[in-house]
């Protein structure tokens, strides 16, 4: 809102607020910048507003609700009664699942997709496929969920950590080829928060090392590198479709591959090892389990699809909005993108944050501070590589069996320091995907609220 002054044939002065578009209409761009600075003003004056937590009001009402997720439509709940009605509600009989596989594959550029019954099998599948197992070892991120190491573990070989880029918040891949020896069996990089991992990188040296290359792309669906959806580039990629993913359907996964053979290998380990068609085996032909996806979860994510672009392209404007702002905050470092990525699904939005640019504010405090104002965010993950689960693994029956307690205690300590892992979990803070589904003016509270708690941090840390 821009206040003009109009002298209307009298001598007293008449002040008549106009809009931006009112401003570029009647007196053309220059004053539309005036719009721009008078909206400065107000924001400026929201920041020097004393925060929430010290008494202030906060900048988002409670009446101000985040996007609901997952949001629902009329087909929704169409496609399932369909699927209720139909009395076929697993994938061996039903039509769903087939239909939902053609339509993921053909939106991403694949061959094959198998659904799966979540992103953690659909990695166990893919390891499977390539029949990775005991004495083998997979690099992976550090930064990252459980999941991708889980996966390794469940087929008795070895994950080895990379350490993670300070900037891209991705495997850091010139850590990867120091790490890579006669028992490495695959990369697993992930796709971290709906960005890219270094593709081109780690295709190379996966090339030159003559190793077989896993997408973790479980929480970056339309993601791309270099016009590629990911999943497509590496020789298999993974999805996941859990109740906070950009594709959701409660629980789900996708393993989607360019390779014919492994697709096979894949389908059979999903349905309990059952033989591969034309194999000339009948019953079972390998080893496996029941990682089918349903008729119903399939139906959901068939109806999620239909606004998944949309919704994809709000987060993408709305992020590179708010990293607009955010990156003029001292101490604020938004996550960047890889070179060639030329898309970010966005799952997350990420940032570092400097403690020392907001008088040594920490950053639970900071984080507090942020949901006085009503704006949630979180710490992300903490170093994967030192959980206690993995010290468990050196003590391990069948582990040990397999490669024996030097060895064990060799790979823990190989694998403790990872040092810019461990600056990036000190240091990060996340929101989430569907608060970048809202209007523009969502993104502006945020900005406004981090600066408002910058202005005001010496009295937080003290509160």
């Given at each position: ?213 896993i997408e973790d792309a479980c ?121 060639g990525c030329t898309r970010n ?102 900005a406004s609220a981090i600066r ?12």
């Open positions: 809102m821009v206040l003009v002054l109009e002298s209307e044939a009298k001598p007293n002065l008449m002040i008549k607020p106009f809009s931006r578009r009112q401003c570029v209409q009647k007196f053309g761009t220059a004053a539309s910048s005036l719009g721009l600075i008078s909206q400065t003003i107000v924001s400026a004056k929201a920041d020097e507003a004393k925060p929430a937590m010290l008494g202030g009001s906060p900048i988002r009402k409670k009446t101000d609700h985040w996007t609901k997720w997952p949001i629902i439509g009329e087909n929704d709940a169409r496609m399932i009664t369909d699927v209720l009605k139909s009395g076929l509600w697993n994938r061996l009989s039903g039509p769903i699942t087939p239909k939902f596989e053609a339509a993921w594959a053909a939106r991403l550029g694949a061959k094959h997709c198998l659904a799966t019954a979540n992103g953690t099998s659909a990695l166990i599948i893919a390891l499977a496929a390539m029949d990775i197992g005991p004495g083998d070892e997979v690099i992976i991120p550090p930064y990252t969920f459980a999941a991708t190491v889980n996966a390794v573990l469940l087929h008795h070989a070895l994950p080895i950590f990379s350490d993670t880029d300070l900037n891209t918040f991705q495997m850091d891949c010139n850590s990867i080829t120091s790490l890579i020896n006669a028992n490495t069996a695959a990369l697993m990089p992930v796709h971290l928060g709906g960005s890219v991992a270094d593709m081109g990188r780690i295709m190379q040296i996966a090339g030159d090392k003559k190793i077989k290359v929480q970056s669906p339309l993601a791309e590198w270099k016009g590629r959806a990911v999943s497509t580039i590496g020789d298999i990629g993974c999805f996941s479709f859990q109740a906070s993913k950009n594709l959701n359907a409660g629980e789900g996964g996708a393993l989607l591959t360019n390779n014919s053979d492994y697709f096979e290998e894949a389908r059979s380990f999903h349905n309990n090892g059952r033989a591969k068609p034309n194999s000339g085996v009948s019953g079972y032909g390998r080893n496996g389990a029941n990682l089918r996806l349903t008729e119903f979860q399939s139906a959901i994510l068939l109806a999620q699809m239909e606004r998944l672009e949309k919704q994809s392209q709000t987060r993408e404007s709305n992020a590179k909005y708010l990293t607009e702002q955010l990156q003029a905050i001292p101490g604020i470092m938004p996550a960047k993108m890889v070179e699904a966005y799952h997350l939005y990420m940032f570092r944050y400097n403690s020392q640019a907001f008088q040594g504010l920490p950053r639970e405090t900071f984080l507090k501070a942020l949901a006085a104002e009503g704006i949630p965010g979180s710490t992300g993950y903490s170093p994967l590589n030192k959980e206690p689960f993995l010290k468990v693994v050196t003590t391990n029956k069948g582990f040990l069996r397999i490669y024996g307690e030097k060895h064990l205690n060799d790979w823990y300590a190989k694998n403790a320091e990872r040092p810019a892992n461990d600056t990036i979990c000190k240091d990060a803070v996340w929101f989430t995907q569907n608060m970048l589904l809202g209007p523009r003016s969502d993104m502006d509270q945020i408002r708690i910058q202005k005001h941090a010496g009295a937080l840390a003290k509160a």
